[in-house]
T-cell receptor, first 114, second 114 residues
Framework: GAVVSQHPSWVICKSGTSVKIECRSLDFQATTMFWYRQFPKQSLMLMATSNEGSKATYEQGVEKDKFLINHASLTLSTLTVTSAHPEDSSFYIC??????????FGDGTRLSIL | DQQVKQNSPSLSVQEGRISILNCDYTNSMFDYFLWYKKYPAEGPTFLISISSIKDKNEDGRFTVFLNKSAKHLSLHIVPSQPGDSAVYFCAASVYGGATNKLIFGTGTLLAVQP
């Protein structure tokens, strides 16, 4: 149990385009979903926390207008990187949890902006 | 300010021996700790956790030890197997916090030699 699916796994696109990443909890209803970013050989850095039906809470330094998060249901959250530029290239990972349980992670999305 | 630190970026161990991965934290408000295992291009997989009311938690080959006075925790893997080769992250959270967000260490790359 506790499977989290993230799609797509790899995206390559031109600078200036917007990219949407989906995160789904397949076999449980997630009270909270999280979005992380990981640079090469570095730790996972939390970008934002989202609860179904409410606005996401962004960490300090994360531009909310740049990284749009929608948490439409208890099983789906989306992260949209708007007007992406090469510096946005990174590995983005989502996680989901139900109350009292550890976070379970998706397999991540490798985003490359040309 | 790195609140969770893994000072060893890598560790090499012979198959069958014990692997000991270490983690230090600075925030005394942390009361719940987790270890995750991560393969390249995949999301982290939850391994084991421990609450601050305990000093040891065991699950099969994995044991986590917590020393609150030293703000130190360690993960013991015995016996180590080649399939254990991966990056191991420790993470900490405030369990009673509304969002239970995790703060990750920088990771330790474990290589188990056959």
């Amino acid at each position: 149990g506790a499977v989290v699916s993230q799609h797509p796994s790899w995206v390559i696109c031109k600078s200036g385009t917007s990219v949407k990443i989906e995160c789904r909890s397949l076999d449980f209803q997630a009270t909270t979903m999280f979005w992380y970013r990981q640079f090469p050989k570095q730790s996972l850095m939390l970008m934002a926390t989202s609860n179904e039906g409410s606005k996401a809470t962004y960490e300090q330094g994360v531009e909310k207008d740049k990284f749009l998060i929608n948490h439409a249901s208890l099983t789906l959250s989306t992260l949209t990187v708007t007007s992406a530029h090469p510096e946005d290239s990174s590995f983005y990972i989502c996680s989901a949890r139900r109350f009292g349980q550890p976070q379970h992670f998706g397999d991540g999305t490798r985003l490359s902006i040309l | 300010d790195q609140q969770v630190k893994q000072n060893s970026p890598s560790l090499s161990v012979q198959e069958g021996r014990i692997s000991i991965l270490n983690c230090d934290y600075t925030n005394s408000m942390f009361d719940y700790f987790l270890w995750y295992k991560k393969y390249p291009a995949e999301g982290p997989t939850f391994l084991i956790s421990i609450s601050s009311i305990k000093d040891k938690n065991e699950d099969g080959r994995f044991t986590v030890f917590l020393n609150k006075s030293a703000k130190h925790l360690s993960l013991h893997i015995v016996p180590s197997q080649p399939g254990d080769s991966a990056v191991y992250f420790c993470a900490a959270s405030v369990y009673g916090g509304a969002t239970n967000k995790l703060i990750f260490g920088t990771g330790t790359l474990l290589a188990v030699q056959p």
